[in-house]
């Protein structure tokens, strides 16, 4: 929330801030010399210019508390001293009263210069990294709203976390080839099937839910390496159950899970619950107007195909959340 905020008050002055006669602002991911610095132009986006405008263009006297106010909120990169050198912001906050412009636009493009040795992306960024079905649909306008130019699940037609997963393949950095966005959202979340063990539209059904979490949880940790001044926002929901509704698939089509979900709960006790044996209660099972499901695969029985889907979907959502949770919990603790 205090992201967000921070977000929200930041106006934008298109005339302020898109035309600099001089050379003032680095590359999107930092520079190797000075002379890589390029002017703020149309591809940068409105968030960008006006998290930096008051640091820019404000006056002489109050450069200082700007520049303090937005190392406080990790947008600026090398407001600390680290094992690459010492701190640029300190520098910065030395020379800010007595610069002229001109040379206050070097200083601090100066902050977005690599370090030897660092290969960190300096640019500062967004990623939205909860589950799906909880805001992120608001969450990106809200942030396109603000000026931000967000990207929600696809770039080009094809899975942002694919995109991403071709370049750490070719060890490249992770955004390589989604890196003209500001904030990433709903781009993550490993289950796009509302049965775990399946790819998106079901065409694979073996998938091991474990590998899933850990390959995300591996993601995770890679973006908050190579883009360490990004903001990390984990969404959820306060009433889960909604969330498990609006994930699982649903076996009873007579029932709404996402509007009757203590009835479905219900149907779901008597067919999968204590004592109705190790598939199942076997009438459950039987094709019917009120029973949904896919065909099962040549080598898996209707009966174990159903039981998979109807029973074990609910007990192993409820696993993917907790893990979820608790592991992007110890990678920032």
Known sequence: LRVFQSIAHMDYHPHQDMPFPWPHFASLDGFPHA?????????????????????????AEQRRTE????????????????????????????????????????????????????????????????PSSAGTTAIRDFLAR?????????????????????ALEERKPPLYYVDSYDAYTDFLYPFYSRIPWCTEGCKERDGNVTVKVKHYL???SALAKQYPYSKFVFNTRHVFHRWLAAQMYNCWRFLDKRTEFPKWLERYQFCCGA??????RASCWEPGSSLRLLEADADTTHEEWAHKVCCRS????????????????????
């Open 218 to 220: 591996d993601i995770v």
């Open 67 to 130: 520049l303090e106010r937005l190392c406080k909120l990790r947008l600026l990169p090398h407001c600390a001293a680290d094992r690459h050198g010492p701190s640029g912001a300190a520098a910065l906050a030395e020379a800010a009263p007595r610069a002229s412009n001109e040379a206050w636009g070097r200083l601090f493009a100066g902050l977005f210069q690599w370090r030897p040795g660092e290969v960190r992306r300096l640019r500062p960024r967004l990623f939205q990294i909860g």
């Open 35 to 59: 002379s890589g610095v390029i002017t703020l132009g149309f591809f940068s986006s409105r968030w960008l210019a006006g998290l930096y405008r008051g640091l820019r263009m404000g006056p």
């Open 314 to 333: 609910l007990p192993t959502f409820r696993w993917i959340w907790r893990a979820m949770h608790a592991g992007v919990r110890a990678l920032f603790a």
């Open 275 to 280: 004592g109705t044996g190790p598939l199942g």
């Open 146 to 166: 603000h000026g931000l130019r967000p990207v929600k699940s696809y770039h080009k037609d094809r899975h942002v976390v694919d995109w991403i997963d071709q």
